[in-house]
């Protein structure tokens, strides 16, 4: 069992629909169960042509829900207990006809009563031809649900089952396990106001790469997916802390109740940094672009030229100037590093040359993939020496270095609380 923080103890209501795409939700159960949720499912009719309720059966461990009768001999209330009884209710593969008839709030089925009748939020993940997705009625839908309130992932764009390439796949299983820890991670915060043991605290995040321009249409980049910087705001956030997340671009949602500042240049970052302070911690995880051109072109830089020499410069170190001693210096300051050897003894040299109190190591080496991936391996460096922590999901090492910072908030509190009482005896 993986044991995520995020997924454990949470109850998901999957309901799965009609189409070819619908086998992959067998492997969205399996890694949901194995996070530590649980999932009870319902199938549409037209689901049942792709897959038994015997293999979700088996795979979910719970009864699975076929049609809206199968319910009253429990209860009368069945299909709203079955609705309200969930954390989040996911709908997946969420095919043409269920998604017209969401946004229609039709009740014909156990599935269309379960979503009328939830007052819990809801996740779709779209699969379709891709004809149908781009027709103006899907579309005029599924704007309809967003207005709703309704989150979506995905369709991907892509080789369809019918043989035409376009939008229209449903996402992979790991995205749509990601859109859902992200749906349930917003369910800690508390909405307009910051409560939990990082409230009264101002934290400072950077994420994602940037993007350093070489001409008007051109630049320098990185792959940097903006996955674990944007899950440790949110982490963050949801502790209570007020907080500032400074990102390059990337193609993330905003984590829910964070203040979120766009940028594209690491001298941007630094600038809107430098303007988020004072902040009692901040996090540097972004992959800021070690250089950039000398001089930016003003118009672009025409093919015909002939080869190009690009000239680089050094850009300015965000992590190392923020740890930099002085009045605005945060009381704590966090940056990442990876490294491919020799990863605790890497860190610590790095949190030394940097200034950082403490550094979260990645091994790059081991954990492939790490970069736009969905896993981290990673060592926590701090004065009191390295800590591994297992191989854990981008939104599982947020939450788990939000708990230590907070336990180590919570020490500084009591070690100025002990100097104080011990002053007055
Ligand atoms: O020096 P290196 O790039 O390995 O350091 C990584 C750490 O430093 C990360 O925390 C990254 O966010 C931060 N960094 C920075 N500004 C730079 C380069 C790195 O904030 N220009």
């Keep these: 069992m993986g044991g995520s923080t995020v997924l454990s103890g949470k109850r998901i209501l999957l309901i799965i629909g009609g189409g070819i795409a619908a086998y ?8 949901l169960r194995d996070g530590g949720a649980t999932v009870r499912c319902i ?19 719970e009864r699975v829900y076929t049609d809206l009768f199968s319910l009253t001999d429990e209860s009368e209330m069945g299909h709203i207990r079955l609705s309200r009884e969930a954390d989040l209710v996911v709908v997946a593969p969420a095919t043409a006809d269920l998604i017209a008839r969401m946004a229609a709030g039709l009740g014909g089925d156990l599935a269309g009563t379960a979503l009328l009748a939830t007052n819990k939020p809801v ?7 891709v004809r149908m997705w781009e027709h103006p009625a899907t579309q005029r839908n599924v704007a309809q649900l967003r207005k709703d309130g309704v989150a979506t992932v995905g369709p991907e764009v892509g080789e369809l089952a019918d043989g ?11 995205t749509i396990v990601d859109a859902i820890e ?3 991670g917003q369910l800690r915060v508390v909405p307009g106001g910051l409560d939990g043991p990082l409230a009264g605290k101002h934290a400072l995040v950077t994420s994602g790469p ?6 008007p249409v051109r630049y320098l980049a990185n792959r940097s997916s903006g996955k674990q910087g944007h899950a440790i705001a949110a982490a963050l956030a949801a502790a209570g802390a007020d907080t500032v997340l400074v990102t390059g671009p990337t193609h993330r949602a905003d984590p829910p109740g964070v203040r979120v500042v766009a940028i594209e240049s690491a001298r941007a970052m630094l600038d809107a940094c430098a303007a988020a302070l004072p902040v009692d911690l901040a996090v540097c995880a972004a992959a800021v672009a070690d250089w950039r051109v000398t001089e930016v072109a003003d118009d672009k830089i025409k093919k015909s030229g002939g080869p190009q020499t690009l000239k680089l410069v050094e850009n300015p170190d965000i992590l190392a100037k923020l740890a930099a ?23 610590a040299a790095k949190r030394g040359r940097k200034g950082c109190d403490w550094i979260v190591a990645n091994d790059v080496s081991q954990a492939a993939g790490t970069f736009g991936g969905e896993h981290n391996t990673v060592t926590l460096v701090t004065a009191d020496g390295a800590e591994d922590w297992p191989r854990l999901s981008k939104a599982d090492v947020a939450a788990r270095l939000a708990d230590h910072i907070v336990a180590h908030f919570a020490k500084a509190r009591a070690k100025t609380r002990g100097k104080a009482s ?4």
């Design 123 to 129: 996740l779709i993940a779209p699969a379709m031809n």
């Design 164 to 174: 035409e390439y376009g939008a229209g796949r449903l996402a992979e299983p790991a």
């Design 210 to 215: 940037t993007h350093e321009a070489i001409d």
């Design 422 to 425: 011990g002053g007055a005896s």
């Design 182 to 184: 992200t749906a349930l």
């Design 325 to 347: 001693p002085g009045p605005n210096r945060p009381a704590l300051v966090i940056g990442f590093a990876a490294e491919t050897e020799d990863v605790a003894a890497n860190a």
């Design 43 to 61: 199938l549409t009719e037209a689901a049942q042509q792709f897959v038994t309720p015997l293999s979700v059966s088996a795979l979910s461990g």
């Design 24 to 31: 992959k939700c067998l492997e969205v159960i399996r890694r």
